[in-house]
């Protein structure tokens, strides 16, 4: 799983840290994620109201990126609340792939 981490002008967050978050909070598909992209941006600049946003980007081998968005107050509470819709999103839509695989005949066809 190979991590990629961009952050606007005004964001300042800790790479390492930001990249454990990742690993640790995606580790459940690790062996099917092939890259993630994180991209942290200042939503507001100055003015009141959540202020950072992580836009999360995954491949999945096979399977077309998926991306989620979340926004907060802090860069750290972004990429959680992205690495929390990511992990659903992944679940359902693995879980489908694999109850499709799983559900297959001999011929290939669904049963």
Same mark, same amino acid.
């Given at each position: 799983?190979?991590?990629?981490?961009?952050?606007?002008?005004?964001?300042?967050?800790?790479?390492?840290?930001?990249?454990?978050? @990742?690993?640790?909070?995606?580790?459940?598909?690790?062996?099917?994620?092939?890259?993630?992209?994180?991209?942290?941006?200042?939503?507001?600049?100055?003015?009141?109201?959540?202020?950072?946003?992580?836009? @999360?980007?995954?491949?999945?081998?096979?399977?077309?990126?998926?991306?989620?968005?979340?926004?907060?107050?802090?860069?750290?509470?972004?990429?959680?609340?992205?690495?929390?819709?990511?992990?659903?999103?992944?679940?359902?839509? @693995?879980?489908?792939?694999?109850?499709?695989?799983?559900?297959?005949?001999?011929?290939?066809?669904?049963?």
């Amino acid at each position: 799983m190979h991590i990629e981490i961009s952050t606007g002008t005004r964001v300042f967050v800790d790479v390492s840290g930001v990249t454990a978050k @990742l690993e640790s909070g995606l580790s459940r598909y690790r062996s099917r994620l092939t890259r993630v992209e994180a991209h942290l941006s200042d939503v507001n600049g100055p003015k009141g109201g959540p202020d950072a946003r992580c836009t @999360l980007e995954v491949r999945a081998a096979g399977l077309h990126p998926v991306a989620v968005m979340s926004d907060a107050d802090t860069p750290d509470e972004a990429v959680k609340g992205a690495v929390e819709k990511m992990n659903r999103l992944l679940k359902s839509s @693995l879980g489908r792939l694999d109850d499709a695989n799983r559900h297959a005949s001999a011929s290939g066809l669904p049963t």
